[in-house]
């Protein structure tokens, strides 16, 4: 993984003129990264809701102003419509276009809303001396539909997706303590051990992602994910709804460290 | 201060049936208070991201279906029509009437926000062994509006309000470790030391609640506080608000640990 370690808002100019298409791992390192989800202000009361309702997997980090594309309380200046490498436009729940550049889709009555995101409880796991395996191996985390209803709102409703990292067992109290500082990237874990106890069947089949190891002395811990959301939100078949691409992240101003709560 | 170590569901309906009528202060002890405000949906909207966008003043425990006066996520079975023991109705951001019942005024258009209080992370100090003043002496904490601006949301816009308790200066470390636990109660201080640096100019003349002794080796430490909201939304003068009397809060049925992150 390159590391690139300028100031986000140099990574975005770059994004906004097409010199980065990528993911945007190991990209802006220390800095949170988030996830996007634009939907008319028709739907917004309901999706705020739901994620006031379930913040373990919904962590909202910004709403920007109906409107907007700047989202102001974390890069001020940015423009969420051509400061992420790539976008998902959906049409009734479908997919209908991918694209780099959503300027033609903005409309008027648009709200945005960024949500936390996996790799900053990550780098504190890594930087607590917690070894990653999917990190290590360039691989994505794998994720699960669970047994876990998330709290419905209005028209949103849903199971949690969880994503799973092994932690060696004498390491787990450190994970959970380490994440637990970081509410906004998610948290402590919401499941320890036994995957069947959330509706997990398969550990070397995930729903999402890519497979992972499970060693005799790892203990399997369980985070609520960021695509909880996402997912939630198109199986209402909204009429419309943009989303970055899995991966092409939003790259905020904030330090991972502005979301510790200790 | 008289003790009432009932579970919450006996002190409700108590409430309910109008057995109970004063502040809530030493009710249900160990178990979460709030505060309330209900508004007409149509800006339920601003009054969420308002929330949203400041945590520290307005961290939302709660926030009811639209119309529904149960708080079914945290008192399941409670109607908040009923259960508390006094609230302030106001008309175009004035107050109207103080009743104990607001069934008469209850609508199909309102959303009821349970907001976190003060009551448990200053539970959480004790418990730490901080010893607070205004406690020990059976008074209000003294509170100031200051020169922080909250970030505005839509209609709603103004200063934060801040609650003040003087703290040993070898106990305040400790004091910002334990509060900053509770982030859905208000969580860390917002400011340590200099008052003017926030716009407090006369530490012996609160705007709201009692003056306190600051001690030559106290350090005086401001955290947000749950007026703010409250301030904040009948400044913009609503139509129609509701909300509780000072001090007659809402009885949850979580424990205080439930708000610790950590």
Known sequence: MTIDTRHPREIRADIRRGALTGVTAGLGEGYVQANLAVLPKEQAYDFLLFCQRNPRPCPVIEVTDVG???PAGVAPGADLR???PRYRIYKDGALADEVTDITPYWRDDLVAFLLGCSFTFE???LEAGIPLWHIAHGKNVAMWRTSI????AGRFHGPMVVSMRPIPSELVPRAV???ARFPNAHGAPVHVGDPAAIG???LDRPDYGDAQPVGPRDVPVFWACGVTPQAVALASRPPFMITHSPGHMFITDLPNSALSVL
């Open 177 to 179: 303590t380490v994440s």
């Open 123 to 125: 780098w504190a796991l």
């Open 82 to 84: 051509t400061d992420l």
């Open 200 to 202: 997990v069947r398969e």
């Open 149 to 152: 209803a998330c709290r419905p």
């Open 68 to 70: 907007s594309p700047e």
